[in-house]
Nanobody
Framework: QVQLVESGGGSVQPGGSLRLSCAHSGHLYRTHVLSWYRQAPGKEREFVSGIGSDGTTTYADSVKGRFTISRDNVANRLYLQMNNLKFEDTAMYYC?????????WGQGTQVTVSS
């Protein structure tokens, strides 16, 4: 059973930065597809960024140029560097690990952007 634990959320002012981390309880294989999602109050969960087994990265248009996803298969971690944060980035952020047909989710870490 895979467990994912996110950390690094917090409160920042617009224009600030945060680095989210997601710890994978087992061994993170290159074949695992990893991604970040977020859910704002009253809205559906949405895709933020993903990184494939070949290292290919994808981003939602709303975060392109501001967020950077990365993975460390030795440390079994997934990261999301978030720069130039905006009010609309406020949400609970979740990491997801896809292993074949199975998907695993963490419990989320809150990011709040406010002045």
């Amino acid at each position: 059973q895979v467990q994912l634990v996110e950390s690094g959320g917090g409160s920042v002012q617009p224009g600030g930065s945060l680095r989210l981390s997601c710890a994978h309880s087992g061994h993170l294989y290159r074949t695992h597809v990893l991604s970040w999602y977020r859910q704002a109050p009253g809205k559906e969960r949405e895709f933020v960024s993903g990184i494939g087994s070949d290292g290919t990265t994808t981003y939602a248009d709303s975060v392109k140029g501001r967020f950077t996803i990365s993975r460390d298969n030795v440390a079994n971690r997934l990261y999301l560097q978030m720069n130039n944060l905006k009010f609309e980035d406020t949400a609970m952020y979740y990491c997801k690990c896809s292993m074949g047909l199975a998907n695993y989710w963490g419990q989320g870490t809150q990011v709040t952007v406010s002045s």
